[in-house]
């Protein structure tokens, strides 16, 4: 079992790599490793590994689902107002339906298998869509209008209404006719009246169970302080996160996702600081969650099966989301203020399936139901299709189709790599300098430029100055420069050029600064646009 784990890391990471390196998601890579190493190829994964799957795969989809909630915005998603509440319901709905009756007509199923395929097959995929979404958000692509948002609130209620439909269809076709309930007062209730009344349940408790989550969240984290850093904020939160999808799975009355979902978007809301350093850990964890979810997926796909299929299926599957999901996005941004361009991005940002595919898509088969091996061999088919497509699509086609905005840092992680040039000469100040530099690299994981602008300097005073770099910056990346020219010019040069993000340098003496007129640390204060650090030395 340790032997599969570690194929499973090392290899799922590093071709994941290689298809990042080659312009593809790195998605694209870690299906391809699960299908190597998957039973039928090379059989490297332990049948534990394999069991453990289902549950592997839960625990990735709900951290990605709560890092989902943490990178909504309220603001944005109330200026779309009903774009997002259709976007979770009509084009699944379309596409289910387009897909059944294909399905009717090419492989001569009923209406109620046909309707199984389409859930199986309209179901969106959270793994794929949501980085993808978030991405987006700290590009600042689509964010003016929320598009993201919409697409991300959209693809998690698409998910409940579908799983709903699936298991009413399931019943039907399993126990021959439609399940009747008996309500107070001896009332029988055919369950498929019941279906809306089911939805808006799950929704609705779905969203109160993540408020009350977030609460106690809060409660616990940031009122009692009983954590001592971000990592056991993060422990607790997905731990909590993982407890509702486990109830939900016991007691199917409200959506655990959408529950987990909404717990991080209630957090943002109650506590942005603690949202925040959950955001840092959340990001963490799917690194590695990431390489499981995508190994396995890919470890899970019936390549045997697919041969029979595989024309009629891609045609299904080009139906669905070229007639059926097409119209669901035109009636879902009807009287929005979306364009063309935006709306033609649902087309790849909207369209992959992977994680629901691969859960549900064999429970026919096992139920005995009649063209279970069909539909197993379709759902498939749309995770190898659509999955690293539309990752790739979705990257692809963003900066063409979407207009750039101001990036939230309050709701995504900023990417952003920090670079601290150390401006220093040979006096006592450099020491102060350095070992500035040397902290703030360390608490942003940053690197650091040593530069020395060489006046009056002597050969050994530059030694020194190395050796005192590598000293007090023994554990931060750097790069020491020595170069001629005019001091403060030189500095700004620098700094522009190694696109450094604070320069740091002292000043000498103690006078204020309105009186430093002509000195070098006046000057390039007066000069850089970048922001500058002035260090006094400490010994007065």
Known sequence: MLFSIVWILMMGFFVGQIARR???????????VGIVLSPPVLNVISPEVLGAADELRTVAVMIILMKAGLGLDREKLAQQGTVALRLGFLPAMCEAIAIAIAAMVIFQFNLTTGLLLGCIIGAESPAVIVPGMLRLKSLGLGVTKGIPDAILTGSALSDVLLLLVFSLLLNFLR????????LFGGFTVNTVYLLPFQVMLQVFLGVLFGYFAARLLVLVLTKQNWTQNAVQDTVIAAGLALLLVLIANTLPYFSGYLATMAMGFFLIELDAPLARRLRGGFDSLWVVAEIFLFVLLGASIQLQTL?????PGILILVIGLFIGRMIGWYLSTLGSSWNWHERLFLLPGNSA???VQAAIGAIPL???IAGGE???????????ITAPLGAWSTAFFAPKLLTRGEVDPTKVTVATQTILLAAVDTSSLATEVLTKVADLARRSHGE???????????????????????QILSDIRYEFLVVTGAVPETIIHIAETYQVT????????????????????QAVLEMSSIPVILLENSKR
């Open 22 to 32: 080659l312009g593809a998601p790195p998605l694209i890579g870690m299906i391809l």
């Open 175 to 182: 126990d021959g006719g439609v399940e009747q309930i008996t």
């Open 307 to 311: 041969e029979k299929v595989l024309l």
């Open 353 to 355: 399936k992977a994680t």
């Open 366 to 368: 096992a139920q005995g």
């Open 374 to 384: 069909i539909i197993l061999a379709i759902a498939a088919l749309s995770i190898l």
């Open 448 to 470: 650091a430029i040593v530069l020395h602008v060489v006046n009056t300097s002597t050969l050994s005073d530059i030694q020194r100055l190395q050796e005192q770099a590598k």
């Open 502 to 521: 604070e320069i740091v340098m002292g000043k000498r003496g103690h006078q204020p600064l309105d009186i430093l007129i002509g000195s070098v640390s």
